[in-house]
T-cell receptor
């Protein structure tokens, strides 16, 4: 069964460094999303992406963040100049845009900023 | 105001029993979708079940069913015949507007523990 994959599973970085989180969505899906979950808290939306551009973004998704679909398979989230409060689990999700518009999540990347 | 409210931070259920996890939502949209996701201790988010606002029948997927009461704005998840592997966090989520672009809004979750 097709699934969303994410790499790395765990990333440790120092404050102020840049990180790139990578995702491979399900191949025939058209809609892509990034969410994050700070430890013990609820899942929060960051950004959605469709037709090679950002569709929606939350107030969390400020100039520190960017997304890119550099080729036909990868979908990346870049965080410039990481802060301690960026430590969280980052989930990529993709959807086919079918009637339910259900979103399938990857296993997540746990980002730890020290 | 919270869009999704899950009032039960934790629930316990005996193996083989049924359990209901509560979810209420708040929206002024006529077209919306309601979802439940399971998050085991390993951390991944697993899609369980979907209910559309115009669906007249409650959604069912195997042992999962969604008790949809539109007038009350509730979308409770019912798990029948609980198994030890059902122990996890369960998140209710809503998508407003009928568009693939629309993000999901999640509740704070309910931690379900199944007891042998």
């Amino acid at each position: 069964e097709p699934e969303v994959t994410q790499t790395p599973s765990h990333q440790v970085t120092q404050m102020g460094q840049e990180v790139i989180l990578r995702c491979v969505p399900i191949s025939n899906h058209l809609y892509f999303y990034w969410y994050r979950q700070i430890l013990g808290q609820k899942v929060e939306f960051l950004v959605s992406f469709y037709n090679n551009e950002i569709s929606e973004k939350s107030e969390i998704f400020d100039d520190q963040f960017s997304v890119e679909r550099p080729d036909g398979s990868n979908f990346t989230l870049k965080i410039r100049s990481t802060k301690l409060e960026d430590s969280a689990m980052y989930f990529c999700a993709s959807g086919s845009g079918g009637p339910a518009h259900e979103q399938y999540f990857g296993p997540g990347t746990r980002l730890t900023v020290t | 105001a919270q869009k999704i409210t899950q009032t039960q931070p934790g629930m316990f259920v005996q193996e083989k029993e049924a359990v209901t996890l509560d979810c209420t939502y708040d929206t002024s949209d006529q077209s919306y979708g309601l979802f439940w996701y399971k998050q085991p201790s390993s951390g991944e988010m697993i899609f369980l079940i979907y209910q559309g606002s115009y669906d007249e029948q409650n959604a069912t997927e195997g042992r999962y069913s969604l008790n949809f009461q539109k007038a009350r704005k509730s979308a409770n998840l019912v798990i029948s015949a609980s198994q030890l592997g059902d122990s996890a966090m369960y998140f209710c989520a809503m998508r407003e507007r009928s568009s693939g672009n629309t993000p999901l809004v999640f509740g704070k979750g309910t931690r379900l523990s199944v007891i042998a």
